[in-house]
């Protein structure tokens, strides 16, 4: 079985701060997302990304096979980023396991 | 990407009823997945629906509970059946569409609370 874990569970920022969320996970994966959930309940899959690093607007993901890490990091934080940040890492057969989030308070 | 519509976006039940959400996808796609999120809990994968074959329920949800249909490649219906209190949750649909690139993209959810 998988086990993810987040770090941190909750992180609350200054307007303008660099953000930087981890998460490690147990077992060999072929993919790991990182999703976006706002207080509505609504889930966006912000990135998808088996090796390296993708980059979108302000939004920058990592990963490390090797070391089963990956970091989401957020760049010149806003408040409208305030949201649950989902690690989500993939096996072969599409099925995600989650872990349990962290939640982003930016404050202005 | 799709476009995933769920209906309803929340309901609020009595115990001992049933209430079906449906999933709407702008495309077809192959695979579709139910997902249920507790309170403060992370998502758990309640079963996968292929068109065109029985879903596939992981542990801990059975059919009987949660009845799946999937008669097209862009529509599935979740059932939760004789509601509970402890089946108040989010419930979220998502689609697999690339699966080259291994991307799923996630319905708005249904927010249920069952009295």
């Known amino acids: 079985k998988n086990e993810v874990e987040q770090s941190p569970q909750n992180l609350t920022a200054q307007e303008g701060e660099f953000i930087t969320i981890n998460c490690s996970y147990s077992?060999?994966?072929?993919?790991l997302h990182w999703l976006q959930q706002h207080p509505g309940g609504g889930i966006v899959s912000l990135f998808m990304?088996?090796?390296g690093k993708k980059k979108h607007g302000r939004l920058i993901a990592t990963i490390n096979i090797q070391e089963k890490h990956s970091s989401l990091h957020i760049t010149a934080s806003h408040p409208r980023d305030s949201a649950v940040y989902i690690c989500a890492p993939t096996y072969s057969n599409y099925k995600l396991t989650f872990g349990k989030g962290t939640l982003l308070t930016v404050n202005p | 990407s799709a476009v995933i519509s769920q209906k309803p976006s929340r309901d609020i039940c009595q115990r001992g009823t049933s209430l079906t959400i449906q999933c709407q996808v702008d495309s077809q796609v192959t695979m579709m997945f139910w997902y249920r999120q507790q309170p403060g809990q992370s998502l758990t994968l309640i079963a996968t629906a292929n068109q065109g074959s029985e879903a596939t329920y992981e542990s801990g949800f059975v059919i009987d509970k949660f009845p799946i249909s999937r008669p097209n490649l862009t529509f599935s219906t979740l059932t939760v059946s004789n509601m509970s209190p402890e089946d108040s949750s989010i419930y979220l649909c998502?689609?697999?569409?690339?699966?080259?690139?291994?991307?799923?993209?996630f319905g708005p959810g249904t927010r249920l609370l069952v009295l």
């Open positions: 990304l088996s090796s």
């Open positions: 998502s689609v697999e569409r690339d699966r080259v690139q291994e991307t799923q993209y």
């Open positions: 077992v060999g994966i072929s993919a």
